[in-house]
């Protein structure tokens, strides 16, 4: 069974780190597009940062310069580490694997697969 696999979410106090982890596991045929978003209570979920298959990066403007999206030695494993934190990152963070075209599971879940999200709370 392919899930997604996340975690590293704490309360911080503001100006602290935090480091978010993910796992796409289940399947290893494919090399995958892995994003972070996250979702403040009563607003939508936005995007924060991805990592192409290729190596790419990138960020939305307001985590630029204080997070960074990294690949793990294990295939299909990624981070965030957050620095700098402020009480307006505070959110559910979710992975999101995007399987590439040509990927047997592209198929199977054309947008993709999300995990169930990580708490990151930071107070001021």
């Known amino acids: 069974q392919v899930q997604v696999v996340e975690s590293g979410g704490g309360s911080v106090q503001a100006g602290g780190s935090l480091r978010l982890s993910c796992a796409f596991v289940?399947?290893?045929?494919?090399?995958?597009?892995m994003s972070w978003y996250r979702q403040a209570p009563g607003k939508e979920r936005e995007f924060v940062s991805v990592?192409?298959?290729?190596?790419?990066?990138t960020y939305t403007d307001s985590v630029k310069g204080r997070f960074t999206i990294s690949q793990g030695n294990a295939k299909n494993t990624v981070y965030l580490q957050m620095n700098s934190l402020k009480p307006e990152d505070t959110a559910m963070y979710y992975c999101?694997?995007?399987?590439?075209?040509?990927?047997?599971?592209?198929?199977?879940?054309?947008?993709?697969?999300w995990g169930r999200g990580t708490q990151v709370t930071v107070s001021s």
């Open positions: 999101k694997t995007e399987p590439p075209p040509g990927c047997p599971l592209k198929r199977v879940a054309p947008l993709g697969y």
């Open positions: 990592i192409e298959s290729d190596g790419r990066t």
């Open positions: 289940g399947y290893t045929g494919c090399v995958y597009d």
